[in-house]
């Protein structure tokens, strides 16, 4: 039995959704509301489920873990289907370091902590924060654009199939959209996220299918 402690717009839920899905994989999900004002992610109940006090978790027979990027490594190791990282090794350390530029470096820079301490602490107005985040969207996608144009020109990175690059990329290239970021100067990013959003794992986790927490 997998739970997921989920929120419909999370970015990285988000990603543990496609691989589940990926992998054909039954799950229940729990809605926590982050959105700011509620933070049910903040309170002791939460609290109790992931100290880190962060969406995503998952619950496997009991047993709880946050970290999408791990989770997701945990569903390729542990569950069946189609792998979500490439066989040779070298190609696996590409599309790692191509998901972890998303993971390790552009979202947790525009999570919702972030800016809410540049709101609170440095007076940040929503232009700014738009500014903000779309700097570091840009910055991390002119590499991004770079690693796929040398990966080649198949409809995915590193193989027939989608794997954990194109994880950690559709979810990014939704919210660089949801900022309003001019995603014109890459071209490979765009096409990789339209080929994935034909795929049905990819369309059954994108947020607008997901149910709503109560308000």
Not at 4 to 16: H, Q, T
Not at 17 to 37: S, V, Y
Not at 183 to 195: G, H, I, Q, Y
Not at 203 to 215: L, M, S
Request: aromatic content about 8%; charged content about 25%.
């Amino acid at each position: 039995m997998i739970r997921l402690y989920d929120y419909w717009r999370s970015s990285a839920a988000y990603r543990v959704r496609i691989a589940l899905n990926l992998k054909g994989a039954a799950f229940e999900t729990l809605q926590i509301n982050i959105i700011p004002g509620t933070d049910e992610q903040l309170g002791e109940r939460y609290r109790g489920i992931n100290p880190q006090m962060r969406v995503p978790s998952i619950e496997v027979d009991g047993k709880i873990s946050g970290q999408s990027m791990a989770i997701i490594e945990w569903i390729d190791e542990a569950l069946p289907g189609p792998a979500l990282l490439p066989k040779d090794t070298w190609q696996r350390l590409q599309a790692r370091a191509f998901a972890d530029i998303i993971a390790c470096d552009i979202h947790p820079l525009n999570n919702l902590s972030p800016l809410a301490v540049l709101r609170r602490d440095f007076g940040a107005d929503e232009s700014a924060i738009k500014r903000w985040y779309q700097d570091w969207i840009l910055r991390g996608f002119a590499a991004l654009e770079t690693m796929a144009m040398e990966a080649g020109r198949g409809p995915f990175l590193f193989g027939d199939t989608p794997g954990i690059a194109e994880i950690a990329l559709v979810p990014q290239v939704s919210n660089a959209r949801r900022f309003d970021t001019d995603l014109s100067a890459f071209p490979r990013l765009v096409a990789l996220d339209a080929a994935c959003r034909e795929v049905e794992a990819f369309r059954r986790a994108a947020p607008e299918n997901q149910p709503k927490p109560a308000a």
